[in-house]
C-alpha cells in the first residue's frame, strides 16, 4: 500500500532508500533520541548499522509484524521522516487493564519528521494526510498514534490538527501517550 499526495509520497522502508533515510537520520538525530527514549541514534550511527536497521524494518513488512513506511517528497529525492504501524501488543510496558483497554483498538502508529519540517504546515499537512490514509484507504477509524511526553512539539501537532489524547500509560515509555482520531 502506497500513499501519494501533491505534498509527500509513503512506500514501504526498505535497504533502497539508505542513503535518503541515513541524511534524515542523522539531520534529526538529537530529535529522534527524545521521540524514542534511546540513545539511537548515536553521534557517530554509521550508515552500515542504519542498512540494517533498514533491513529489519523491511523483514518485519515482508513478514506482516509491523509496517514502516518512508515519507519522500513527491519527486522521491527527499525522505521527510518514517511512520511505524505496529500492533498493539507491541507496546510492552502496559498493565493488565491497559491491556484490556488496548486490545479493542487494531494498532498504533509513531511517526517522525525531518528537523528541517518540523513544526512547520508541511508536518502539518503530512500529519492529516496520514489520518486520511489510515481512516480511508486502511479503514481504521480507530488507530491510535502514540509519543512520550519527552516531546511537545508532537503532543502539540497532534492537539492543533485534532487529535485527543485516549489514554497516558502508566509507565514511562515511548508510547505512554496514545492519541484518537476524532
Given at each position: 500500500?502506497?500513499l501519494?499526495?501533491?505534498n509527500?509520497?509513503?512506500e514501504?522502508?526498505s535497504?533502497?532508500?539508505?542513503?535518503?533515510?541515513?541524511?534524515t537520520?542523522?539531520?534529526s538525530?538529537?530529535f529522534?533520541?527524545s521521540?524514542?527514549?534511546?540513545?539511537?541514534?548515536?553521534?557517530?550511527?554509521?550508515?552500515?548499522?542504519n542498512?540494517e536497521?533498514?533491513?529489519n524494518h523491511?523483514w518485519e513488512h515482508q513478514?506482516?509484524?509491523?509496517?514502516?513506511?518512508?515519507i519522500?517528497?513527491?519527486?522521491?529525492?527527499?525522505?521527510?521522516?518514517?511512520?511505524y504501524?505496529n500492533?498493539?501488543?507491541?507496546i510492552?510496558?502496559?498493565?493488565?487493564k491497559e491491556?484490556?483497554?488496548?486490545?479493542?483498538?487494531?494498532?498504533?502508529?509513531?511517526?517522525?519528521?525531518?528537523?528541517?519540517?518540523?513544526?512547520?504546515?508541511k508536518?502539518?499537512?503530512?500529519?492529516?494526510?496520514?489520518?486520511?490514509?489510515?481512516?480511508?484507504?486502511?479503514e481504521?477509524?480507530?488507530v491510535?498514534?502514540?509519543?512520550?511526553?519527552?516531546?511537545?512539539?508532537?503532543?502539540?501537532?497532534?492537539?492543533?490538527n485534532?487529535?485527543t489524547l485516549?489514554?497516558?500509560l502508566?509507565?514511562?515509555?515511548?508510547?505512554e501517550?496514545?492519541?484518537?482520531?476524532?
Amino acid at each position: 500500500m502506497f500513499l501519494s499526495t501533491r505534498n509527500c509520497f509513503l512506500e514501504p522502508l526498505s535497504p533502497d532508500h539508505l542513503l535518503l533515510d541515513y541524511e534524515t537520520v542523522m539531520e534529526s538525530r538529537v530529535f529522534l533520541r527524545s521521540w524514542s527514549k534511546s540513545d539511537w541514534p548515536e553521534e557517530d550511527f554509521r550508515l552500515e548499522e542504519n542498512l540494517e536497521d533498514l533491513k529489519n524494518h523491511y523483514w518485519e513488512h515482508q513478514h506482516q509484524i509491523a509496517d514502516t513506511y518512508t515519507i519522500l517528497t513527491p519527486d522521491k529525492k527527499h525522505c521527510l521522516g518514517c511512520v511505524y504501524i505496529n500492533p498493539i501488543q507491541r507496546i510492552t510496558t502496559m498493565t493488565e487493564k491497559e491491556s484490556v483497554i488496548l486490545e479493542q483498538r487494531p494498532a498504533f502508529v509513531r511517526f517522525w519528521t525531518r528537523n528541517s519540517i518540523q513544526n512547520t504546515d508541511k508536518e502539518n499537512i503530512i500529519l492529516n494526510e496520514l489520518v486520511a490514509w489510515f481512516t480511508e484507504i486502511w479503514e481504521m477509524k480507530d488507530v491510535l498514534f502514540s509519543c512520550n511526553k519527552k516531546v511537545p512539539s508532537q503532543i502539540a501537532l497532534f492537539q492543533m490538527n485534532g487529535l485527543t489524547l485516549w489514554l497516558e500509560l502508566q509507565q514511562s515509555s515511548r508510547h505512554e501517550l496514545l492519541w484518537c482520531i476524532e
